[in-house]
């Protein structure tokens, strides 16, 4: 018996997918029967033959008694008495309804996908039938100045029909856009049509949705997240909603469609149908959404970061008007001021004295999560979702995002120079900034070389060039090899950006020549004399070593009159003793470099009386066995980086 169960078990599975399948076949059909544009006709249609019968139910056995308090649990304990009138409904396109939780979905006639929402239903209970429906625009553009990117734009589906939406974000826009330089335009009651939404997210700075929002899940005990598919912004208007908004989709958890019709003239839309109507991306910037449930999945946030939005700001659960004020005024009063994304939420949190809905600020965290309290959650290019089922969590927030972006450019003309040491180097170039720049200093290897605070006559840009003064690189304390020099700006804002340049400091190369009439090897660091010797005769043989300029070893020469040859010593004793001897000192030929460099050896001809220097091993060994001494190391080189 338990083998025969085992096997029905991936039958239904299959039959269950196909009936699935079928109802998304039946609507796919549909779609191809609707007439377009007459939106207005179908609503009235469905209302007459559907929503008013639903609103009576509601109305019997909710909203008539006055004895308890209406949760949204007494709308979910209508669902399968309102199935039932959609059932015998003559609009309703049979075998079409799709549950998830006490939440479904249907099709009808009409072509539009309705549905009933126990949240939506208790949300918008007390809502007018009659509302101010209005856009207004005011500019904070400053003259001759352009906007662009900091245009501020409200969308208040459900000002005018509900008094619990009050003027905090219209006073709040406003602000920001006189902050920014911009322009606020608000879309209000039915003007917030799928249209302008799609105009607003492609052209503005900042958005703010200012509405409900719901799921396509209601479970047990307050669970509306485990199982939805997607998260919904409301609108009361379903003008410029096409054929192509309604199409069903698989979702993880079941059916689900982009939009949904929820009666009374309401219209819900996932972020999917607001993407498919912009015709440009978003200008990099910041959606704020003060609606239930926006996090709760990525139905909403995910389509729009897609389209270019670079913060996106929701709630994980249901939030209240209280808490949602208090965190938005916190936070936009630090935006404005200057501060970025992640300082601006810490403030948020902090201010407001907890990190879920300030209005339950009383409750634990575990208790704020087992209550299914919301949580804050931004998603950006620094701040990943936590994901599903993971988004009632305190969350660090990591965004450097500003209002006015701090942008500061370097344009350097190299980044590796190559000089000999003692010399000097100039880098040139520019700093450019979004904001008047405080400082910019130098460091060499970590050290503080240079610092420039003054900027009277360069505000956001300033020339790295030794004509200016600003900043002359010269080089003459620095040792032979590879050394770092990072330029570091900061601006008013106290940002920084810097930029590393790569300064290899070499050695002056000592030459090698040979007298093919005496046999004589000559080492010498000057240019000219090494020019002068091959015009009259030596053989050059190249570099033997490269020296540094300002520090090392010297090693001094002199000459035999005598013999007409030239030693090469770093011992002072030696030196003199020579010199005492008849030999000419002609000063420090070069530096010898640091004993932990590479070795120069020094090897004695018995029969010439000459000596010979070389840093090749097999050089020495081949004049060994031809009966040179070898004496030991002479000096050391550095060679080039």
Not at 164 to 175: C, G, I, L, P, V
Not at 320 to 332: A, H, L, N, R
Request: net charge positive.
């Amino acid at each position: 018996m338990f083998k025969f169960i085992k096997k029905l078990v991936p039958i239904f599975l299959i039959i269950s997918i196909l009936c699935s399948l079928m109802s998304v076949f039946v609507f796919a059909a549909n779609i191809k029967d609707r007439s377009k544009g007459n939106s207005k006709r179908s609503e009235l249609i469905l209302e007459k033959d559907i929503w008013n019968k639903i609103d009576s139910l509601e109305k019997k056995k909710i909203t008539s008694t006055r004895s308890r308090v209406v949760t949204a649990k007494n709308y979910a304990d209508l669902s399968d008495d309102v199935e039932a009138l959609v059932r015998a409904s003559k609009t309703y396109v049979k075998g079409s309804i799709v549950r998830n939780g006490d939440f479904f979905s249907w099709e009808t006639s009409e072509g539009i996908v309705c549905c009933y929402s126990p949240v939506f239903r208790y949300n918008t209970r007390n809502t007018a039938e009659q509302g101010l429906d209005t856009t207004e625009t005011v500019s904070y553009a400053t003259r001759g100045g352009s906007s662009g990117s900091k245009d501020v734009y409200l969308i208040g589906p459900y000002y005018g029909y509900e008094n619990t939406f009050t003027d905090q974000y219209k006073n709040e826009a406003k602000s920001i856009a006189k902050t920014m330089g911009g322009t606020y335009t608000l879309y209000q009651g039915a003007d917030a049509t799928i249209t302008n939404i799609a105009t607003a997210m492609q052209n503005g700075g900042i958005v703010i949705f200012d509405s409900h929002g719901s799921t396509d899940y209601y479970g047990t005990n307050g669970d509306r997240v485990s199982r939805a598919n997607t998260s919904y912004l409301h609108l009361k208007s379903g003008s410029g909603i096409t054929d192509s908004d309604w199409t069903p989709v698989q979702g993880p958890y079941s059916i689900y469609y982009h939009t949904l019709y929820g009666g009374n003239g309401t219209y819900l839309v996932d972020g999917t149908v607001i993407k498919n109507h912009m015709t440009k991306a978003a200008p990099n910037s910041i959606l704020w959404m003060a609606t239930c449930y926006s996090m709760a999945t990525d139905g909403l946030y995910k389509p729009m970061r897609n389209a270019g939005v670079e913060v996106v700001y929701g709630y994980s659960q249901a939030v209240s008007f209280t808490g949602d004020y208090k965190y938005e005024t916190y936070f936009w009063n630090e935006m404005k001021a200057g501060s970025d994304v992640k300082n601006a939420a810490a403030y948020m949190k902090s201010a407001a004295g907890c990190n879920w809905d300030p209005a339950y600020s009383f409750y634990s965290q575990s208790q704020a999560k087992s209550y299914y309290i919301a949580f804050p959650i931004f998603v950006s290019d620094e701040d990943a979702y936590p994901g599903q089922g993971k988004v009632d969590a305190v969350q660090t927030v990591k965004s450097t995002y500003r209002l006015k972006p701090s942008k500061i450019s370097f344009s350097i003309i190299k980044n590796t120079y190559s000089i000999t040491q003692g010399s000097s180097c100039t880098i040139e170039g520019l700093i450019t900034s979004n904001y008047n720049l405080k400082k910019v200093e130098a460091r060499y290897n970590g050290k503080v070389y240079k610092t420039i605070s003054d900027f009277t006559n360069y505000k956001n840009s300033v020339p790295i060039t030794v004509s200016n003064g600003l900043i002359p690189f010269r080089t003459p304390e620095l040792s032979l090899g590879i050394h770092k020099l990072t330029i570091t700006a900061t601006d008013e804002l106290n940002v920084s950006a810097s930029f590393t340049i790569t300064i290899k400091v070499n050695g002056i190369p000592i030459y090698r020549l040979y007298n093919p009439n005496s046999g004589e090897h000559f080492y010498t660091g000057s240019g000219t004399e090494k020019i002068n010797l091959v015009k009259s005769g030596w053989k050059d043989e190249g570099i033997l070593l490269y020296a540094p300029v300002t520090y090392g070893e010297p090693v001094y020469r002199l000459y035999n009159p005598n013999a007409n040859y030239h030693h090469y010593t770093t011992s002072k004793t030696e030196k003199d003793n020579l010199v005492r001897a008849g030999w000419n000192y002609e000063g420090v030929a070069f530096n010898s470099s640091p004993a932990n460099s590479h070795p120069i050896y020094r090897l004695y001809n018995p029969n010439s009386g000459m000596h010979n220097y070389t840093g090749s091993m097999e050089e020495r060994l081949n004049l060994e066995g031809l009966g040179w001494n070898y004496e030991g190391v002479a000096f050391y080189d550095a060679p080039p980086v």
